[in-house]
Structure formats: structure tokens, C-alpha cells
């Protein structure tokens, strides 16, 4: 009995977390792409937050330059009939303006962790940010 117990434990465990990595990388058919730009840049800051530990004052700076390109990431991908790897390219002047005008909000230490998971996001294909 104990082995069953043991598998049924590590199948839910297993469950939630792919079904939380689909819905932050938006895969699964619903979740993350189904939320509106705003949401979608609320939840960015939400972990933003955690992973930076930004003040209430740099929180309200952060999503509103998330919401900003977010929208704008938004009708770019509607624009050109959905989401695709030529995106990538398109978005990456938005990424750049967008941590442009994070960087004066961010404190060293806080631009320096941010740049370091951006890093590890690009690279491992997405994903939820990763604090050390």
C-alpha cells in the first residue's frame, strides 16, 4: 500500500507543477495567454517583487512599465495574427526600451539579479524566474 501512496503523492506533485509552468509559459491552451495585458504585467510584477524584493514605490513604477509594454507586446503579436519565433526579433527593441526604463527604478543589486534570470529565462526557453 505504501508504494501506491508514495506514486499518487508524486503524480499531484508532478500535475501542479506542469500545469504552473504551462500556464507562466503560456502552453496548455489557456492560463497566462487568456489574461489581459494588464493582468499579465500585474503578475510579471508579482514575481518581480518576490524575486527583487521591490518597495511599494518601485513596485508601482515596475507595473506600470510592464503594463506599458505589455500592451504594446499585445497588439504587436494581434497585429501580426499571433505569436512566432520572427516575434522574438520584433519584440526585442520593446524588451530593451522596456529595461531601459527599468533600470533607473532598480537598485544594483536588484538590476544585477534581474539581468542574471533574464539570462537563465532566454536560455532555458521561459519559465518562472529563479532566486538564488
Known amino acids: ?20 509552468a504551462q500556464n507562466w509559459q503560456g502552453g496548455g491552451g489557456g492560463g497566462y495567454q487568456q489574461l489581459s495585458p494588464e493582468d499579465r504585467a500585474y503578475n510579471q510584477t508579482k514575481q518581480m517583487k518576490k524575486l527583487l524584493t521591490l518597495s511599494k514605490e518601485q513596485f508601482d513604477k515596475v507595473e506600470a512599465i510592464n ?8 497588439s504587436t503579436i494581434k497585429a501580426n495574427g499571433g ?25 544594483e543589486e536588484q538590476l544585477k539579479l534581474y539581468e542574471e534570470n533574464k539570462k537563465k529565462m532566454v536560455q532555458g526557453g521561459g519559465g518562472r524566474p529563479q532566486n538564488k
Open 1 to 20: 500500500m505504501k508504494p501506491i501512496k508514495s506514486f499518487l503523492i508524486v503524480a499531484i506533485i508532478a500535475f501542479g507543477f506542469n500545469a504552473n
Open 83 to 107: 505569436f512566432s519565433p520572427e516575434m522574438r526579433e520584433k519584440m526585442k527593441p520593446m524588451m530593451e526600451a522596456k529595461d531601459k526604463e527599468l533600470k533607473p527604478i532598480l537598485t
Open 67 to 74: 503594463v506599458k509594454y505589455a500592451m504594446m507586446m499585445d
